[in-house]
């Protein structure tokens, strides 16, 4: 094993002469800064020093530095190379000197006399700020994979910037990070480009509640002209339900029991502008049920299509009913019951894994209230717990 401090003026200075001289195999092992030189204690010039070391055995069991969840690095892994820093040699391979091989372990010595115990060692231990960041995003259940690519972003973002930058300037990066991973995917509300709104999804997760606040908004903020179809006919409930809302609105609304109910509703508001859609809440576990939307509804007419998840649910059973809708085109995500869970990571990772947005988020059962139109920023500022 090579160990070499270095000395740069910046992190990103270090790191390309580590890459330059040890590879992309190279370990970090320490570092931090330091002043130096200076006339009676003033002038002094800042510098990072960084220990950085690679296994020139077996590069393949080394670990790069460019990827933070690879660069854990246990105390007890250290002790192994510490105590058997002489590897059977190939034919191929020079003997390292023993003179250099000693200086080495020094130096692993000393690392290993320094290094923090209070948490898991890694090549670049984070810094406070950047352990609250972490711990944060591990609370909010970011997936892992998804944490460690941030986390690496912060972590340059931190020596690049400046070792002394406070925690709400970590925040704001991390803010603007979460905002900038889900750019280019469509978020927002309902465009109007397209006539018929189609709300799905399983029971119990609000969708007529959604749907009348959705209705509510078309009518008072954009004054356009609005009609309910509902194919909920298993429960007598939810039609009721809807029929309020309708009254209160002042919105005709048909009950649709099969494709060509659905079709005569269709043609007799042909001159509205929106036709908001309900759907049956049924166990969409089943693919039965899921098949049989398209018994009741035209799927070929002008329709945009929400998919309506809880975000109180669990994130694999979202993924489940996500995937059982594959029959269907589903242009967006509506997540309801925000004011009931205070981790939202679930949602960030549906959107970044299926690259689809989210139209809206819903916070309670007020209507019209209790809805906002979804944007990255938005749920950014909900991960990191900004009101």
């Excluded at 931190?158 to 979460?178: C, H, M, P, Q, R």
Aim: aromatic share 8%; net charge neutral; proline share 3%.
């Amino acid at each position: 094993m090579k160990v070499k401090k270095y000395a740069a003026s910046s992190m990103a200075e270090a790191m390309k002469q580590i890459r330059a001289e040890l590879g992309s195999d190279a370990v970090i092992l320490n570092s931090r800064e330091v002043q130096s030189g200076g006339l009676f204690g003033f002038f002094k010039k800042k510098t990072i020093e960084v220990i950085a070391a690679v296994d020139q055995v077996s590069a393949s069991q080394t670990i790069p530095i460019t990827k933070q969840k690879q660069t854990k690095l246990s105390e007890e892994k250290l002790k192994m190379m510490v105590k058997e820093p002489v590897k059977q040699q190939t034919n191929d391979e020079k003997p390292i000197p023993q003179d250099e091989l000693l200086k080495e372990v020094a130096e692993l010595k000393s690392l290993l006399r320094n290094l923090p115990h209070s948490n898991e060692v890694s090549g670049l231990t984070y810094p406070p700020p950047l352990k609250h960041m972490d711990k944060l995003l591990n609370d909010q259940e970011i997936d892992g994979a998804i944490k460690d690519q941030i986390m690496n972003l912060l972590l340059e973002k931190w020596f690049v910037n400046g070792a002394n930058s406070a925690i709400d300037t970590v925040y704001t990066w991390l803010e603007k990070e979460l905002a900038e991973q889900m750019s280019g995917i469509s978020f927002g509300g309902i465009s109007f480009k397209k006539k018929f709104i189609n709300v799905v999804g399983p029971t119990g997760v609000g969708k007529t509640t959604t749907l009348a606040k959705i209705a509510a908004d078309c009518v008072l903020t954009h004054k356009k002209k609005v009609a309910f179809l509902t194919t909920d006919t298993y429960r007598i409930a939810a039609i009721d339900q809807l029929k309020t809302y309708a009254k209160i609105l002042n919105v005709p609304m048909e009950v649709c029991y099969t494709i060509e109910d659905f079709r005569k509703a269709a043609q007799m508001y042909d001159d509205y502008d929106v036709i908001l859609v309900d759907t049956a809440g049924r166990n969409f576990r089943n693919r039965e049920y899921v098949d049989e939307l398209k018994q009741t509804i035209d799927f070929d007419k002008d329709m945009e299509s929400f998919l309506v998840l809880s975000l109180t649910a669990k994130q694999r059973d979202m993924e489940d009913i996500y995937e059982q809708f594959s029959i269907i085109d589903i242009d967006k995500f509506i997540f309801t019951k925000a004011d009931e869970t205070s981790a939202y990571g679930a949602m960030y990772n549906l959107i970044r894994k299926y690259s689809r947005g989210a139209a809206y988020i819903t916070n309670g059962q007020n209507v019209p209230d209790d809805m906002i139109e979804a944007a990255p920023g938005e749920i950014a500022k909900m991960i990191i717990g900004v009101k």
